[in-house]
């Protein structure tokens, strides 16, 4: 089993849609948590960290539980310029390990007019 | 502010040879990690520098090995290369590895191995 586990995707929505994105991780000592996005052929770029209280920024909203272990985001009003590929990531702190993300393999989204 | 520097930006070699990668840190950074992304698939954490120290590893084998410089710099060696090492290497810098520190990511090396 992957240690994180996206939606395969793709999605394809209209601008303006609502979408959301689904997350597992497997490793309860998982810590700190992430959303990235990477742009085609780019390097991947922090959207937004994800906390147990939940949070939001603008038009994009994340949920942590971590009871169930599962991470989500969810993207409002969506533009055309959210296309991209977006990356669950988990961070596990303590014994022998910092600061060593473990990513998902990506769900790719594309908004179209 | 420079943010994180990769050199070179696109490479290609055969089966066999030997690469190094280079990065240079986000500017008051002291810690890079070096992520290997294969096409359709998310960055796998190789190993990560401190101090000039390889700190932790992940699952790649013993001809993957790094460097890091006084300056923070940092480099990626991969010994005899395989048609499956092909892919975009990444190098991510953060201050520390504290819960929560961003990692910032340069833009990549892109490797291709015939």
């Known amino acids: 089993r992957k240690e994180v586990e996206q939606d395969p995707g793709p999605f394809n929505v209209p601008e303006g849609a609502t979408v959301a994105f689904n997350c597992t991780y497997s490793?309860?000592?998982?810590?700190?948590f992430f959303w990235y996005r990477q742009d085609c052929r780019k390097e991947p770029k922090l959207l937004m960290s994800?906390?147990?209280s939940g949070n939001e920024d603008g038009r994009f909203t994340a949920q942590l539980n971590r009871a169930s272990q599962y991470i989500s985001l969810l993207i409002r009003d969506s533009k055309l310029s959210d296309s991209a590929t977006y990356l669950c990531?988990?961070?596990?702190?303590?014994?022998?390990?910092?600061?060593?993300?473990?990513f998902g393999q990506g769900t790719i989204l594309t908004v179209h007019p | 502010d420079a943010g994180v520097t990769q050199s070179p930006t696109h490479l290609i070699k055969t089966r066999g040879q030997q690469v190094t990668l280079r990065c240079s840190p986000k500017?008051?950074?002291?810690?890079v990690s070096w992520y290997q992304q294969a096409l359709g698939q998310g960055p796998q954490f190789i190993f990560q520098y401190y101090e000039e120290e390889e700190r932790q590893r992940g699952n790649f084998p013993d001809r993957f090995s790094g460097h890091q410089f006084p300056n923070y710099s940092s480099e990626l060696n991969v010994n005899a290369l395989l048609l499956g090492d092909s892919a975009l290497y990444l190098c991510?810098?953060?201050?520390?590895?504290?819960?929560?520190?961003?990692?910032?990511f340069g833009p990549g090396t892109r490797l291709l191995v015939l």
């Open positions: 991510a810098s953060s201050l520390g590895v504290a819960m929560g520190e961003t990692q910032y």
């Open positions: 990531v988990v961070n596990v702190y303590g014994g022998t390990s910092y600061g060593k993300l473990t």
């Open positions: 994800v906390y147990s």
């Open positions: 490793n309860s000592a998982s810590q700190s």
């Open positions: 500017s008051g950074h002291d810690t």
